[in-house]
């Protein structure tokens, strides 16, 4: 069975800071993408990485897959309000299909 | 809307009763997931579907719970007596194909909360 850990769980800062939360498995990747969630909604994709190395930037947001694509890791800075939610990382080992296995997910709360 | 479409958003049965829950994938999307989520879970894969055929359906349990996707019509998962663990939040997402390393993600709907009394 392959497991996904995301760290931290919990995370609570000032409007302004910096995040970096991670995403860790001792498996090799396919895919990963990352995924946020807001209560009462379904997660709404943010990045897939396919390839080990790769980064990729969506306005205040870095996403970096790690060289052996087992890990992964979502940067944020100056942080907003309006980046509260629950951050999910979800991996692919399969390369015939992609059903995704998920990580427990790290609760963000940016206060003002 | 474009977007994957769940209805119904809350669902209440009582202990023994059947539940369905229905999803619409995005347009041109003929592949669909299951996903069920519990509190302090992370989501869990259920089953995979394309039209008319059941791809993986390793994430099933293996008694009550069945799920469809018609030639026609949404897909529907389909719990049978339900009991009270059943009670969580079920996700559907679609996608425009397989194969893990291509632009082929995957979309959520907002999901059916399902609530056994």
């Known amino acids: 069975t392959q497991l996904l850990e995301q760290s931290p769980q919990f995370l609570s800062i000032q409007e302004g800071e910096n995040l970096t939360v991670y995403c860790n498995s001792s498996?090799?990747?396919?895919?990963l993408q990352w995924y946020r969630q807001e209560p009462g909604e379904g997660p709404v994709l943010l990045v897939t990485v396919v390839t080990g190395g790769e980064v990729k930037k969506l306005k205040r947001l870095t996403f970096q897959f790690g060289d052996a694509r087992k890990d992964s890791s979502l940067h944020i800075t100056a942080a907003q309000p309006g980046d509260t939610g629950l951050y999910l990382c979800a991996g692919a080992w399969n390369s015939g299909y992609s059903t995704l296995t998920f990580g427990k997910g790290t609760m963000l709360l940016v206060s003002p | 809307n474009a977007g994957v479409m769940q209805n119904p958003r809350h669902l209440v049965r009582r202990r023994g009763q059947e539940a369905r829950l229905r999803c619409s994938p995005m347009?041109?999307?003929?592949?669909v997931y299951w996903y069920r989520q519990l509190p302090e879970e992370g989501l869990k894969f259920m089953v995979y579907?394309?039209?008319?055929?059941?791809?993986?359906e390793s994430g099933m349990p293996k008694e009550r719970f069945s799920a469809e996707f018609p030639k026609e019509g949404p897909s529907i998962l389909r719990i049978q007596q339900v009991v009270r663990g059943d009670s969580a939040a079920y996700f559907c997402?679609?996608?425009?194909?397989?194969?893990?390393?291509?632009?082929?993600?995957?979309?959520f709907g907002d999901g059916t909360r399902l609530s056994i009394l």
């Open positions: 579907l394309q039209k008319e055929n059941i791809i993986d």
């Open positions: 347009k041109g999307h003929s592949h």
């Open positions: 997402a679609s996608s425009s194909g397989t194969g893990v390393r291509s632009n082929q993600p995957q979309h």
């Open positions: 498996s090799v990747f396919s895919s």
